[in-house]
């Protein structure tokens, strides 16, 4: 299971830091990534890290002012998410998947999605 949060209201240009946390133990195979879905739009990759060796990666709206990063002994992923704009307004979702992918059906466990909006 896992459990997001961490969004909110901030203004453009602000920053902000979303968390993921694992009930399960998350093992070094493992890929762990961010998606999200804007009103009336379809769920997007946003950045995805490798569990084992760190190795991210980022869709290019994101590239440059979001950085994923994870704590293995804490099992929880986060996502920092700096120079915010009003069209990285959505619902953000963590997942978990078995290898890097950016298609939302290779992920196999989902989080329930915590809410980011920016204002302009």
């Known amino acids: 299971q896992l459990q997001a949060s961490g969004g909110g209201l901030v203004q453009a240009g602000g920053s902000l830091r979303l968390s993921c946390a694992a009930s399960s133990r998350t093992f070094s195979s493992h890929v762990m990534g961010w998606f999200r879905q804007a009103p009336g739009k379809e769920r997007e990759f946003v950045a995805a890290i490798r569990w084992g060796s760190g190795k991210n990666y980022y869709a290019d709206p994101v590239k440059g002012r979001f950085t994923i990063s994870r704590v293995g002994a804490e099992n929880t992923m986060y996502l920092q998410m700096n120079s915010l704009r009003p069209e990285d307004t959505a619902v953000y979702y963590c997942?978990?998947?078995?290898?890097?992918?950016?298609?939302?059906?290779?992920?196999?466990?989902w989080g329930q999605g915590t809410l980011v909006t920016v204002s302009s």
């Open positions: 997942a978990r998947g078995n290898g890097y992918s950016t298609t939302t059906t290779d992920y196999n466990y």
